[in-house]
Protein backbone atom coordinates (compact mmCIF):
# COMPACT_ATOMS: atom_id res chain seq x y z
CA UNK A 1 0.00 0.00 0.00
CA UNK A 2 1.71 3.12 -1.26
CA UNK A 3 2.35 5.47 1.84
CA UNK A 4 1.89 2.91 4.16
CA UNK A 5 3.75 3.44 7.83
CA UNK A 6 6.46 1.42 7.59
CA UNK A 7 8.36 -0.25 10.73
CA UNK A 8 8.70 -3.30 12.77
CA UNK A 9 11.49 -5.00 10.47
CA UNK A 10 12.89 -7.78 12.49
CA UNK A 11 16.30 -7.91 11.96
CA UNK A 12 18.97 -10.28 12.46
CA UNK A 13 22.36 -11.53 10.78
CA UNK A 14 24.68 -9.24 8.74
CA UNK A 15 21.69 -6.32 8.65
CA UNK A 16 22.12 -6.57 12.14
CA UNK A 17 25.93 -6.31 11.95
CA UNK A 18 25.45 -3.49 9.87
CA UNK A 19 23.34 -1.34 11.89
CA UNK A 20 25.62 -1.84 14.92
CA UNK A 21 28.38 -0.16 13.03
CA UNK A 22 26.60 2.88 12.07
CA UNK A 23 25.92 3.49 15.40
CA UNK A 24 28.06 4.83 18.80
CA UNK A 25 25.64 5.14 21.22
CA UNK A 26 23.64 2.16 22.70
CA UNK A 27 21.11 2.65 25.09
CA UNK A 28 19.85 -0.20 26.68
CA UNK A 29 16.87 -0.45 29.46
CA UNK A 30 17.24 -3.11 31.57
CA UNK A 31 13.67 -4.83 32.82
CA UNK A 32 12.66 -7.66 30.12
CA UNK A 33 15.66 -6.73 28.05
CA UNK A 34 18.99 -7.79 29.92
CA UNK A 35 16.88 -9.64 32.96
CA UNK A 36 13.97 -10.85 34.48
CA UNK A 37 14.49 -10.31 38.47
CA UNK A 38 17.23 -12.11 39.57
CA UNK A 39 17.77 -14.08 36.15
CA UNK A 40 19.84 -12.70 33.27
CA UNK A 41 18.47 -12.94 29.85
CA UNK A 42 20.88 -15.40 27.93
CA UNK A 43 23.20 -14.28 26.24
CA UNK A 44 22.51 -10.65 27.29
CA UNK A 45 26.04 -10.48 29.39
CA UNK A 46 28.08 -11.54 26.35
CA UNK A 47 26.12 -8.89 24.04
CA UNK A 48 27.17 -5.93 26.25
CA UNK A 49 30.31 -6.90 27.73
CA UNK A 50 31.04 -7.41 23.24
CA UNK A 51 29.33 -3.88 22.78
CA UNK A 52 31.59 -2.59 25.44
CA UNK A 53 34.82 -4.46 24.38
CA UNK A 54 33.95 -2.95 20.47
CA UNK A 55 34.10 0.48 21.53
CA UNK A 56 30.32 1.67 21.52
CA UNK A 57 29.15 3.86 24.33
CA UNK A 58 26.69 1.72 26.12
CA UNK A 59 24.62 3.04 28.90
CA UNK A 60 21.52 1.87 30.77
CA UNK A 61 18.18 3.95 30.85
CA UNK A 62 15.94 2.58 33.66
CA UNK A 63 12.91 4.01 34.95
CA UNK A 64 12.86 1.19 37.72
CA UNK A 65 13.74 4.11 40.81
CA UNK A 66 13.37 1.25 42.98
CA UNK A 67 17.30 0.62 43.24
CA UNK A 68 20.11 3.29 43.84
CA UNK A 69 22.80 3.24 41.52
CA UNK A 70 25.47 1.81 43.54
CA UNK A 71 23.16 -0.72 44.14
CA UNK A 72 22.82 -1.18 40.22
CA UNK A 73 26.34 -1.69 39.53
CA UNK A 74 26.08 -4.70 42.06
CA UNK A 75 23.26 -5.79 40.21
CA UNK A 76 24.95 -6.08 36.62
CA UNK A 77 28.42 -7.39 37.89
CA UNK A 78 26.40 -10.38 40.28
CA UNK A 79 24.53 -10.97 36.34
CA UNK A 80 28.07 -11.39 34.78
CA UNK A 81 27.66 -7.77 32.92
CA UNK A 82 31.76 -6.87 33.89
CA UNK A 83 33.02 -3.46 33.48
CA UNK A 84 29.49 -1.44 33.69
CA UNK A 85 30.57 1.84 35.78
CA UNK A 86 28.08 4.05 37.76
CA UNK A 87 28.35 6.59 35.01
CA UNK A 88 27.00 4.58 32.23
CA UNK A 89 23.24 3.81 34.60
CA UNK A 90 20.78 6.42 34.34
CA UNK A 91 17.82 5.36 36.69
CA UNK A 92 14.28 8.03 36.73
CA UNK A 93 15.47 8.18 40.39
CA UNK A 94 19.13 9.48 39.71
CA UNK A 95 17.69 11.75 36.94
CA UNK A 96 14.60 13.19 39.23
CA UNK A 97 17.75 14.11 41.63
CA UNK A 98 19.67 15.93 38.49
CA UNK A 99 16.18 17.52 37.31
CA UNK A 100 16.04 18.77 41.30
CA UNK A 101 19.54 19.97 41.29
CA UNK A 102 20.75 21.46 38.14
CA UNK A 103 17.62 22.14 36.43
CA UNK A 104 14.81 23.75 38.61
CA UNK A 105 17.70 24.50 41.46
CA UNK A 106 15.48 23.82 44.16
CA UNK A 107 15.58 26.03 47.06
CA UNK A 108 13.04 24.29 49.72
CA UNK A 109 12.47 20.76 50.61
CA UNK A 110 10.93 18.05 48.12
CA UNK A 111 7.76 15.96 49.03
CA UNK A 112 8.63 12.47 48.27
CA UNK A 113 5.95 10.23 47.34
CA UNK A 114 8.46 7.27 46.79
CA UNK A 115 11.12 4.47 48.04
CA UNK A 116 13.68 4.82 49.94
CA UNK A 117 16.62 4.23 46.75
CA UNK A 118 14.71 7.84 45.37
CA UNK A 119 15.33 9.44 48.60
CA UNK A 120 19.02 8.31 48.71
CA UNK A 121 19.24 9.74 45.08
CA UNK A 122 18.18 12.62 46.00
CA UNK A 123 19.72 12.80 49.24
CA UNK A 124 23.36 12.35 47.08
CA UNK A 125 22.99 14.83 44.92
CA UNK A 126 22.34 17.33 47.84
CA UNK A 127 18.39 17.89 47.43
CA UNK A 128 16.46 17.60 50.73
CA UNK A 129 13.64 16.21 51.46
CA UNK A 130 11.18 16.26 53.85
CA UNK A 131 11.46 13.46 56.71
CA UNK A 132 9.54 10.36 56.39
CA UNK A 133 8.47 10.60 59.76
CA UNK A 134 5.92 8.48 61.55
CA UNK A 135 2.87 11.01 63.26
CA UNK A 136 0.66 8.71 65.32
CA UNK A 137 -1.68 11.80 66.05
CA UNK A 138 -1.63 12.91 62.69
CA UNK A 139 -4.97 12.10 60.86
CA UNK A 140 -6.54 12.62 57.23
CA UNK A 141 -8.23 15.20 58.13
CA UNK A 142 -5.75 17.45 60.24
CA UNK A 143 -2.44 16.08 59.48
CA UNK A 144 0.73 18.97 59.65
CA UNK A 145 2.61 19.65 57.12
CA UNK A 146 6.64 20.54 56.39
CA UNK A 147 7.22 24.10 56.08
CA UNK A 148 8.98 25.21 52.83
CA UNK A 149 8.16 22.19 50.41
CA UNK A 150 9.01 23.67 46.74
CA UNK A 151 8.36 20.31 45.32
CA UNK A 152 6.45 17.47 45.78
CA UNK A 153 8.37 13.60 43.86
CA UNK A 154 6.22 10.57 43.07
CA UNK A 155 7.75 7.34 42.01
CA UNK A 156 6.77 3.75 43.48
CA UNK A 157 6.02 3.88 46.68
CA UNK A 158 5.15 0.75 48.55
CA UNK A 159 4.94 2.60 51.49
CA UNK A 160 2.36 4.58 50.47
CA UNK A 161 -1.08 5.86 52.75
CA UNK A 162 -4.07 7.83 52.32
CA UNK A 163 -2.07 10.44 54.88
CA UNK A 164 0.89 10.50 52.17
CA UNK A 165 -1.91 11.54 49.35
CA UNK A 166 -3.75 13.72 51.38
CA UNK A 167 -0.48 15.50 52.60
CA UNK A 168 0.80 15.72 48.85
CA UNK A 169 -2.42 17.01 47.63
CA UNK A 170 -2.23 20.05 50.53
CA UNK A 171 1.42 20.75 48.99
CA UNK A 172 -0.33 21.09 45.62
CA UNK A 173 -2.17 23.69 46.26
CA UNK A 174 0.41 26.18 45.86
CA UNK A 175 0.85 26.56 42.06
CA UNK A 176 4.52 27.30 43.02
CA UNK A 177 4.90 23.92 43.97
CA UNK A 178 6.15 21.53 41.08
CA UNK A 179 4.69 18.05 40.35
CA UNK A 180 6.84 15.88 39.65
CA UNK A 181 6.67 11.93 38.48
CA UNK A 182 9.92 9.48 38.48
CA UNK A 183 7.70 8.29 35.70
CA UNK A 184 4.44 6.77 34.72
CA UNK A 185 4.18 2.92 34.04
CA UNK A 186 1.41 1.94 35.18
CA UNK A 187 2.52 -1.13 36.26
CA UNK A 188 5.64 -3.47 36.63
CA UNK A 189 6.22 -6.55 35.28
CA UNK A 190 7.96 -9.69 37.64
CA UNK A 191 8.98 -12.40 36.13
CA UNK A 192 5.98 -15.47 35.67
CA UNK A 193 3.16 -12.66 33.82
CA UNK A 194 2.87 -11.10 37.73
CA UNK A 195 2.47 -7.81 37.98
CA UNK A 196 2.68 -4.67 40.94
CA UNK A 197 0.67 -1.48 40.33
CA UNK A 198 3.45 1.27 38.98
CA UNK A 199 4.46 4.41 39.86
CA UNK A 200 1.87 5.57 37.22
CA UNK A 201 -1.10 4.67 39.46
CA UNK A 202 0.33 6.84 42.44
CA UNK A 203 0.82 9.90 39.98
CA UNK A 204 -2.67 9.31 38.56
CA UNK A 205 -4.35 9.56 41.90
CA UNK A 206 -2.87 12.68 42.67
CA UNK A 207 -3.11 14.26 39.28
CA UNK A 208 -7.38 13.54 39.79
CA UNK A 209 -6.84 14.93 43.43
CA UNK A 210 -5.02 17.87 42.52
CA UNK A 211 -6.38 18.67 38.79
CA UNK A 212 -3.08 19.25 37.96
CA UNK A 213 -0.44 16.99 35.47
CA UNK A 214 2.66 15.68 36.45
CA UNK A 215 6.37 17.09 35.03
CA UNK A 216 7.10 13.28 33.90
CA UNK A 217 11.20 12.36 34.16
CA UNK A 218 11.65 9.05 33.39
CA UNK A 219 10.91 7.72 29.80
CA UNK A 220 8.83 8.33 27.63
CA UNK A 221 10.10 11.74 28.48
CA UNK A 222 12.92 13.38 26.85
CA UNK A 223 15.36 14.35 30.36
CA UNK A 224 16.99 10.97 30.39
CA UNK A 225 18.54 11.94 26.82
CA UNK A 226 19.24 15.21 27.92
CA UNK A 227 20.96 14.12 31.18
CA UNK A 228 22.84 11.29 28.83
CA UNK A 229 23.72 14.16 26.32
CA UNK A 230 24.73 16.49 28.87
CA UNK A 231 26.95 13.92 30.61
CA UNK A 232 28.87 12.11 27.24
CA UNK A 233 30.57 14.14 24.40
CA UNK A 234 29.11 13.79 21.20
CA UNK A 235 25.94 12.39 21.79
CA UNK A 236 24.30 12.32 17.93
CA UNK A 237 20.18 11.29 17.87
CA UNK A 238 21.72 9.75 14.56
CA UNK A 239 24.38 7.36 15.94
CA UNK A 240 22.02 6.24 18.93
CA UNK A 241 19.61 3.17 19.12
CA UNK A 242 17.44 2.79 22.26
CA UNK A 243 16.52 -1.17 23.19
CA UNK A 244 13.69 -2.26 25.21
CA UNK A 245 10.54 -4.10 25.72
CA UNK A 246 8.10 -1.73 26.33
CA UNK A 247 6.58 0.35 23.09
CA UNK A 248 4.46 3.34 25.58
CA UNK A 249 7.87 3.67 27.23
CA UNK A 250 10.63 2.63 25.56
CA UNK A 251 10.15 3.12 21.38
CA UNK A 252 8.01 6.27 22.74
CA UNK A 253 11.17 7.63 23.96
CA UNK A 254 13.35 7.09 21.37
CA UNK A 255 10.72 8.76 18.65
CA UNK A 256 11.07 11.88 21.10
CA UNK A 257 14.89 11.92 21.30
CA UNK A 258 14.33 11.21 17.36
CA UNK A 259 16.54 8.10 17.94
CA UNK A 260 16.30 4.75 16.23
CA UNK A 261 14.30 2.13 17.93
CA UNK A 262 14.58 -1.86 18.28
CA UNK A 263 12.32 -3.50 20.29
CA UNK A 264 13.04 -7.06 21.50
CA UNK A 265 10.23 -9.39 22.72
CA UNK A 266 11.77 -10.76 25.65
CA UNK A 267 9.80 -8.68 27.86
CA UNK A 268 6.19 -6.29 27.98
CA UNK A 269 5.53 -5.77 24.40
CA UNK A 270 5.01 -8.23 21.43
CA UNK A 271 5.26 -8.21 17.67
CA UNK A 272 1.29 -7.88 17.70
CA UNK A 273 0.98 -4.43 19.69
CA UNK A 274 3.51 -3.18 17.65
CA UNK A 275 1.54 -4.13 14.32
CA UNK A 276 -1.40 -2.73 15.90
CA UNK A 277 -0.02 0.70 16.48
CA UNK A 278 1.80 0.56 12.88
CA UNK A 279 -1.84 -0.08 11.34
CA UNK A 280 -3.50 2.41 13.27
CA UNK A 281 -5.28 5.22 11.63
CA UNK A 282 -4.01 7.34 14.61
CA UNK A 283 -0.69 8.70 13.33
CA UNK A 284 0.35 9.73 16.87
CA UNK A 285 0.55 6.29 17.62
CA UNK A 286 2.85 5.46 15.17
CA UNK A 287 5.90 6.75 17.32
CA UNK A 288 4.82 3.76 19.48
CA UNK A 289 6.26 1.33 16.55
CA UNK A 290 9.64 0.27 16.82
CA UNK A 291 11.73 0.67 13.72
CA UNK A 292 13.58 -2.89 14.07
CA UNK A 293 12.37 -5.98 16.40
CA UNK A 294 14.69 -8.92 17.53
CA UNK A 295 13.54 -11.66 19.68
CA UNK A 296 16.34 -11.26 22.03
CA UNK A 297 19.21 -8.98 22.58
CA UNK A 298 21.19 -12.30 22.50
CA UNK A 299 20.69 -12.47 18.43
CA UNK A 300 23.44 -9.41 18.45
CA UNK A 301 25.77 -12.58 19.31
CA UNK A 302 26.38 -13.58 16.06
CA UNK A 303 27.59 -9.93 15.01
CA UNK A 304 30.24 -10.17 17.64
CA UNK A 305 30.89 -14.09 16.63
CA UNK A 306 31.76 -12.92 13.41
CA UNK A 307 34.04 -9.88 14.23
CA UNK A 308 36.13 -12.82 16.50
CA UNK A 309 36.51 -14.72 13.68
CA UNK A 310 37.82 -11.78 11.24
CA UNK A 311 40.33 -10.80 13.62
CA UNK A 312 41.63 -13.75 14.36
CA UNK B 1 -28.14 -1.98 45.39
CA UNK B 2 -26.24 -1.94 41.66
CA UNK B 3 -24.20 -5.04 43.01
CA UNK B 4 -27.52 -6.59 44.02
CA UNK B 5 -29.82 -6.39 41.24
CA UNK B 6 -27.50 -5.41 38.27
CA UNK B 7 -24.76 -7.76 39.31
CA UNK B 8 -26.77 -9.87 40.83
CA UNK B 9 -24.10 -10.50 43.76
CA UNK B 10 -26.27 -11.43 46.56
CA UNK B 11 -25.35 -13.63 48.36
CA UNK B 12 -21.47 -13.49 47.03
CA UNK B 13 -18.25 -12.00 48.03
CA UNK B 14 -16.59 -8.91 47.20
CA UNK B 15 -13.35 -7.15 47.29
CA UNK B 16 -13.88 -3.71 48.98
CA UNK B 17 -11.66 -0.87 49.18
CA UNK B 18 -13.97 1.43 51.34
CA UNK B 19 -15.66 2.18 55.19
CA UNK B 20 -17.05 -0.14 57.57
CA UNK B 21 -20.43 1.85 56.66
CA UNK B 22 -20.02 0.50 53.35
CA UNK B 23 -19.51 -3.36 54.23
CA UNK B 24 -22.78 -2.36 56.46
CA UNK B 25 -24.60 -1.42 53.43
CA UNK B 26 -23.01 -4.74 51.71
CA UNK B 27 -24.14 -6.64 54.54
CA UNK B 28 -27.57 -5.16 54.42
CA UNK B 29 -28.83 -6.57 50.72
CA UNK B 30 -26.64 -9.43 51.52
CA UNK B 31 -23.32 -9.41 50.09
CA UNK B 32 -20.08 -10.63 52.00
CA UNK B 33 -16.75 -8.43 51.58
CA UNK B 34 -13.33 -8.81 52.27
CA UNK B 35 -10.64 -6.19 52.85
CA UNK B 36 -12.14 -3.76 54.85
CA UNK B 37 -9.68 -1.38 57.65
CA UNK B 38 -5.98 -1.85 56.86
CA UNK B 39 -3.88 -3.80 54.77
CA UNK B 40 -0.47 -4.87 55.42
CA UNK B 41 1.54 -7.60 53.08
CA UNK B 42 4.79 -8.79 53.86
CA UNK B 43 7.76 -10.21 52.02
CA UNK B 44 9.44 -9.42 48.37
CA UNK B 45 7.99 -7.97 45.37
CA UNK B 46 7.22 -11.41 44.12
CA UNK B 47 5.07 -12.58 47.38
CA UNK B 48 3.09 -9.10 46.78
CA UNK B 49 2.07 -10.57 43.78
CA UNK B 50 1.31 -13.60 44.73
CA UNK B 51 -0.87 -12.32 47.66
CA UNK B 52 -3.64 -14.79 49.26
CA UNK B 53 -6.81 -13.85 46.68
CA UNK B 54 -10.02 -15.60 48.08
CA UNK B 55 -11.57 -17.96 45.26
CA UNK B 56 -15.29 -16.79 46.34
CA UNK B 57 -14.13 -12.99 45.25
CA UNK B 58 -16.67 -11.61 42.06
CA UNK B 59 -16.03 -8.16 42.18
CA UNK B 60 -13.64 -5.18 43.25
CA UNK B 61 -15.09 -2.09 44.89
CA UNK B 62 -14.14 0.80 45.64
CA UNK B 63 -15.30 3.59 47.80
CA UNK B 64 -13.85 6.42 50.45
CA UNK B 65 -11.59 4.10 52.12
CA UNK B 66 -9.12 6.36 54.85
CA UNK B 67 -6.93 3.20 55.22
CA UNK B 68 -6.37 3.09 51.37
CA UNK B 69 -2.95 2.30 50.73
CA UNK B 70 -0.31 0.61 48.31
CA UNK B 71 -1.01 -2.82 49.98
CA UNK B 72 -4.86 -1.98 48.80
CA UNK B 73 -4.19 -1.01 45.35
CA UNK B 74 -1.86 -4.16 45.00
CA UNK B 75 -4.57 -6.34 46.77
CA UNK B 76 -7.35 -4.61 44.08
CA UNK B 77 -5.11 -5.19 41.11
CA UNK B 78 -4.38 -8.83 41.33
CA UNK B 79 -7.74 -9.77 41.78
CA UNK B 80 -8.77 -7.89 38.46
CA UNK B 81 -5.88 -9.18 36.81
CA UNK B 82 -6.11 -13.12 38.25
CA UNK B 83 -9.58 -13.82 39.33
CA UNK B 84 -11.33 -14.61 35.82
CA UNK B 85 -14.57 -12.73 35.03
CA UNK B 86 -13.86 -10.05 38.10
CA UNK B 87 -16.22 -7.24 38.19
CA UNK B 88 -14.89 -3.73 38.97
CA UNK B 89 -17.39 -0.86 40.14
CA UNK B 90 -16.82 2.30 42.11
CA UNK B 91 -18.86 4.20 44.05
CA UNK B 92 -18.73 7.70 41.95
CA UNK B 93 -15.57 9.82 40.90
CA UNK B 94 -15.16 12.60 43.11
CA UNK B 95 -11.88 14.00 43.17
CA UNK B 96 -12.27 15.76 46.59
CA UNK B 97 -14.27 15.84 49.33
CA UNK B 98 -14.84 19.22 50.84
CA UNK B 99 -14.46 19.64 54.44
CA UNK B 100 -15.11 22.82 56.83
CA UNK B 101 -12.89 26.10 56.56
CA UNK B 102 -12.06 25.08 52.87
CA UNK B 103 -9.80 22.29 53.34
CA UNK B 104 -10.45 18.75 50.97
CA UNK B 105 -9.06 15.85 51.54
CA UNK B 106 -8.77 13.49 48.30
CA UNK B 107 -11.96 11.80 46.64
CA UNK B 108 -12.54 8.63 45.96
CA UNK B 109 -12.25 9.54 42.26
CA UNK B 110 -8.33 9.43 43.55
CA UNK B 111 -8.57 6.05 45.06
CA UNK B 112 -10.58 4.85 41.82
CA UNK B 113 -8.08 6.34 39.68
CA UNK B 114 -5.26 4.69 40.81
CA UNK B 115 -6.55 1.48 41.01
CA UNK B 116 -7.98 1.95 37.05
CA UNK B 117 -4.51 2.79 36.25
CA UNK B 118 -2.56 -0.03 37.07
CA UNK B 119 -5.01 -2.72 35.76
CA UNK B 120 -5.52 -0.15 32.73
CA UNK B 121 -9.31 -1.16 32.93
CA UNK B 122 -12.34 1.33 33.64
CA UNK B 123 -14.29 0.47 36.48
CA UNK B 124 -18.64 1.29 36.50
CA UNK B 125 -18.98 3.93 38.68
CA UNK B 126 -22.70 4.20 40.36
CA UNK B 127 -22.70 7.89 41.66
CA UNK B 128 -23.27 11.04 39.88
CA UNK B 129 -23.44 11.69 37.40
CA UNK B 130 -23.89 8.47 36.35
CA UNK B 131 -28.15 7.95 35.81
CA UNK B 132 -28.11 5.00 38.03
CA UNK B 133 -28.94 6.72 41.40
CA UNK B 134 -31.91 8.97 39.67
CA UNK B 135 -33.43 5.61 38.16
CA UNK B 136 -33.40 4.00 42.13
CA UNK B 137 -35.17 6.79 43.34
CA UNK B 138 -37.54 7.28 40.15
CA UNK B 139 -38.08 2.72 40.88
CA UNK B 140 -38.86 3.63 44.16
CA UNK B 141 -41.00 6.58 43.89
CA UNK B 142 -43.64 7.65 40.86
CA UNK B 143 -41.40 10.54 39.46
CA UNK B 144 -41.28 12.62 36.38
CA UNK B 145 -38.58 13.77 34.99
CA UNK B 146 -40.22 17.06 33.82
CA UNK B 147 -41.43 18.14 37.55
CA UNK B 148 -38.46 16.86 39.18
CA UNK B 149 -35.27 19.79 40.29
CA UNK B 150 -32.18 18.60 40.91
CA UNK B 151 -30.16 20.56 43.41
CA UNK B 152 -26.73 20.47 43.58
CA UNK B 153 -23.13 22.37 44.37
CA UNK B 154 -20.91 20.54 41.98
CA UNK B 155 -21.55 21.06 38.19
CA UNK B 156 -19.25 18.11 36.94
CA UNK B 157 -21.48 15.60 39.04
CA UNK B 158 -25.10 17.23 40.46
CA UNK B 159 -25.98 19.26 37.60
CA UNK B 160 -24.79 16.67 34.96
CA UNK B 161 -26.58 14.11 36.53
CA UNK B 162 -29.82 16.23 35.96
CA UNK B 163 -29.01 16.80 32.31
CA UNK B 164 -28.04 13.26 32.33
CA UNK B 165 -31.81 12.42 32.93
CA UNK B 166 -33.61 15.43 31.80
CA UNK B 167 -34.08 16.93 34.75
CA UNK B 168 -33.72 20.63 35.58
CA UNK B 169 -30.54 21.94 37.45
CA UNK B 170 -30.00 24.17 40.23
CA UNK B 171 -26.66 25.09 41.04
CA UNK B 172 -26.06 26.66 45.01
CA UNK B 173 -22.94 28.90 45.20
CA UNK B 174 -22.53 27.51 48.76
CA UNK B 175 -20.23 24.18 47.57
CA UNK B 176 -17.33 23.65 45.25
CA UNK B 177 -18.65 25.52 41.86
CA UNK B 178 -18.38 28.80 40.96
CA UNK B 179 -20.45 31.16 38.41
CA UNK B 180 -17.47 31.35 36.50
CA UNK B 181 -16.69 27.47 36.61
CA UNK B 182 -20.23 27.36 34.91
CA UNK B 183 -20.21 29.88 32.19
CA UNK B 184 -16.82 28.63 31.42
CA UNK B 185 -18.05 25.53 30.51
CA UNK B 186 -21.42 27.42 28.56
CA UNK B 187 -18.54 29.61 26.44
CA UNK B 188 -16.57 26.04 25.77
CA UNK B 189 -18.84 25.19 22.47
CA UNK B 190 -17.99 21.72 23.62
CA UNK B 191 -21.40 20.14 23.48
CA UNK B 192 -20.37 17.47 26.07
CA UNK B 193 -19.40 20.71 28.86
CA UNK B 194 -23.44 21.84 27.91
CA UNK B 195 -24.15 19.71 30.57
CA UNK B 196 -22.25 21.34 32.86
CA UNK B 197 -24.04 24.23 32.78
CA UNK B 198 -26.79 24.89 35.31
CA UNK B 199 -30.51 26.25 34.13
CA UNK B 200 -30.88 28.79 37.41
CA UNK B 201 -28.46 29.30 40.43
CA UNK B 202 -28.94 30.63 43.76
CA UNK B 203 -26.77 32.26 46.22
CA UNK B 204 -27.64 29.24 48.72
CA UNK B 205 -30.95 26.94 49.16
CA UNK B 206 -32.46 29.46 51.95
CA UNK B 207 -32.88 31.92 48.78
CA UNK B 208 -35.70 28.98 47.95
CA UNK B 209 -37.12 30.21 51.79
CA UNK B 210 -39.64 33.09 50.09
CA UNK B 211 -40.93 30.72 47.52
CA UNK B 212 -41.91 27.79 49.59
CA UNK B 213 -43.14 30.40 52.10
CA UNK B 214 -45.39 32.49 50.31
Known sequence: ?312 | MYLKNECKLEGKKVYLIGSSAMRDELQAVGIQQTGVGEDHISGKQMDWANVDLNPEVKAVVVGFDEHFSYSKLNRALQYLVQQPGCLFVGTNRDTRLPLEGGKAVPGTGCLLQAVETAAQRQAQTVGKPNRYMFDCVASQFGVDPGRCLMVGDRLDTDIMLGSNCGLKTLLTLTGVSTVEDAEAHQKSGCAERQGMVPDYYVESIADLLPALQG
Open chain 1, 1 to 312: MAGAFKGCQKIRGPQLRNLLEAKDFILLDCDGVLWHGEKAVTGAATVVNSMIRNGKNVVFVTNNCTRPREKYVHKFSRLGFTDVMLEQIFSSSYCSALYLRDVVKITGQVFVMGCEALRSELQEAGVPCVEDAEDPDATIYNCPLAPDVKAVLVGHDDKMTFLKLAKASCYLKDPDCLFLATDIDPWHPLSGGRILPGSGSLTAALEVSSGRKATVIGKPSRFMFECISSQFEGVDPAKCLMIGDRLETDMLFGANCRLDTMLTLTGVSQTKDAEEYRDSELTTNHSFVPDYIVDSIADFLPAFEEQDKRSN
